[in-house]
């Protein structure tokens, strides 16, 4: 299970945190998952956001590099997603995904992430 938290609403150019906790796996098993986060904005499509895997290398969709920082602590089970400098297009319910070593993909309920003035 992923439970997300960390959304609300920041004005433009603020920062904001986002968390998402894995329950019901051991760290050992928790460390080969690659977690993800997706966005999706209203009317629109869930779109990437940005991928940790295993060694905990990186990867971000090219509207939010430079801005956005993805990171995890495995001995917490646990990924967060910093995001600084965020714009009115950064509105979007984000999401926690994971996809383990067998290829079972497992999805969080969602956190709103408002920019606005």
């Known amino acids: 299970q992923l439970v997300e938290s960390g959304g609300g609403l920041v004005q433009p150019g603020g920062s904001l945190r986002l968390s998402c906790a894995a329950s019901g796996s051991s760290s050992s098993t928790y460390r080969t998952y690659v977690m993800s986060w997706h966005r999706q904005a209203p009317g629109k499509q869930r779109e990437w956001v940005a991928t940790?895997?295993?060694?905990?290398?990186?990867g971000y969709d090219d509207s939010v590099k430079g801005r956005f920082t993805i990171s995890r602590d495995n001995t917490k089970n646990t990924v967060w997603l910093q995001m600084n400098s965020l714009r009115p297009e950064d509105t979007a319910i984000y999401y926690c995904?994971?996809?383990?070593?067998?290829?079972?993909?497992?999805w969080g309920q969602g956190t709103q992430v408002t920019v606005s003035s």
């Open positions: 995904k994971a996809v383990t070593f067998s290829g079972a993909t497992f």
């Open positions: 940790i895997t295993l060694p905990d290398s990186t």
